[in-house]
């Protein structure tokens, strides 16, 4: 009905090409933030699009509640966040690392245990205020539960379409986190159905760390290599394995990690990427802000890593790796490049008190 006048078609087109390529609303600035953690002032959450809550977990019968260690944490997330950034959306993630695989497979494998999930999912996020609903399953073990995956998704969209639709509300997002690859290796090398992520999700988090750990004592390395010319276990592969197997550029958020991966050196006189290690400190994952600490009270040496994208710093005998402001700031100019939605991180509250990497990642997001 209403055509635009020819004179203003110009002009139209210049606000709509300017607001596209400006950074726009819909770029992803999102934290996970643990579920027994009350939500504190000093979290930084401005530098936040979207806070996700860490988990709720999935009981036998199928249906989801929150963790036992929530202590109720679950009804204030939603008004402590908005309390904090009154623009921030929150979301429910669903199952986490330490979670049960085969449960989400055998909830996934048929209609009625679906139906019976999406349901509850539903419901626990309306009660309690939340914006979006995220799954962690990890991880699909087989082609077969990946089809189920795809079904669970699509119902799942029909589902929240239809309680919006039922209760006049806006429709909760629907997200989840996945392998930083589109093939899980390892375990049973399913593919994820990429057109279902497509057709059903807001965005996939792609959790894009973890590359070397304490599962190999031997050798210190960098668990959140961006590239690595001597591994093809890195974030640009993974990346590039998304978006070829057709994912939309524009539905992958990239995982960064604010936490380390640390190893006892063998020698104090070979200390860099690749060096050999006796084992890992009793604490192998230490949190950025643990990190800074680290290099202040060791007088230890830190060093960013052009290659890789990564930071390390050793001292007392300790190695660790991690991100720093630089390699997050590196790792968002990426995203930027490859045309991602944006970024999560694990977790927000790993952060320095000043917000350093949160503010790296946001500051490099919002520049042109
Ligand atoms: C995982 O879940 C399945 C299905 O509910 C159950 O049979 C199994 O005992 C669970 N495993 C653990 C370790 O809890
Ligand atoms: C869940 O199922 C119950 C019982 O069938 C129904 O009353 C309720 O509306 C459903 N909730 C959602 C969010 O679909
Ligand atoms: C810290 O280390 C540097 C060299 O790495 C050394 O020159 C300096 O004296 C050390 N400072 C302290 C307080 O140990
Ligand atoms: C490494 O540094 C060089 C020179 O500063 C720069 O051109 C190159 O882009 C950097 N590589 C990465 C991966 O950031
Ligand atoms: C490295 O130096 C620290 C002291 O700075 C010491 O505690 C540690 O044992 C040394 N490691 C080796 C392998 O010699």
Redesign the pocket.
């Given at each position: 009905m209403a055509i635009a006048p020819r004179s203003i078609l110009p002009l139209l087109l210049c606000v709509l090409i300017a607001s596209f390529h400006s950074s726009s609303s819909s770029d992803v600035k999102l934290g996970y933030w643990l579920a027994s953690r009350p939500i504190v002032s000093s979290a930084n959450l401005h530098l936040y699009t979207h806070l996700t809550y860490a988990f709720a977990q999935l009981d036998?019968s199928f249906q989801i509640s929150p963790q036992p260690d929530d202590n109720g944490n679950i009804a204030q997330f939603t008004p402590a966040a908005r309390a904090l950034n009154p623009a921030i959306v929150t979301l429910i993630a669903i199952g986490g690392g330490g979670s049960?695989?085969?449960?989400f497979a055998?909830m996934a494998a048929a209609p009625s245990s679906r139906a019976t999930f999406i349901n509850s999912s539903i419901a626990l996020a309306r009660a309690n205020g939340f914006h979006g609903l995220d799954l962690d399953w990890e991880f699909p073990q087989s082609q077969r539960e990946m089809s189920d995956l795809a079904a669970l998704w699509a119902e799942w969209r029909a589902a929240i379409q239809a309680e919006a639709t039922a209760t006049s509300r806006a429709a909760l997002l629907l997200t989840a986190a996945v392998y930083y690859r589109a093939t899980v290796q390892n375990v049973g090398a399913g593919t994820y159905p990429v057109d279902a992520v497509n057709a059903n999700l807001d965005w996939v988090g792609l959790m894009a760390f973890d590359y070397h750990g304490a599962w190999d004592p031997t050798t210190v390395g960098p668990h959140t290599a961006l590239y690595n010319p001597d591994s093809s276990v890195n974030t640009d592969a993974g990346v590039t394995s998304w978006l070829g197997q057709g994912l939309h550029a524009d539905r992958a958020v990239l995982g960064l990690a604010m936490y380390g991966r640390s190893w006892i050196l063998a020698s104090n006189e070979s200390t860099g990427i690749g060096a050999a290690a006796v084992g890992v400190p009793a604490d192998s994952t230490p949190f950025f802000r643990d990190i800074v600490s680290f290099i202040r009270d060791n007088n230890a040496t830190a060093v960013y890593d052009n290659t890789t994208v990564t930071a390390y710093c050793f001292g007392g005998g300790v190695w660790i790796g991690f991100d720093s402001p630089v390699s997050i700031a590196t790792k968002v100019e990426y995203l930027k490049s490859r045309a991602l939605k944006g970024y999560f991180f694990w977790t927000a509250g790993y952060d320095s008190s000043t917000g350093a990497l949160a503010n790296a990642a946001s500051a490099t997001l919002d520049s042109r």
């Open positions: 036998p049960n695989s085969t449960r055998e």
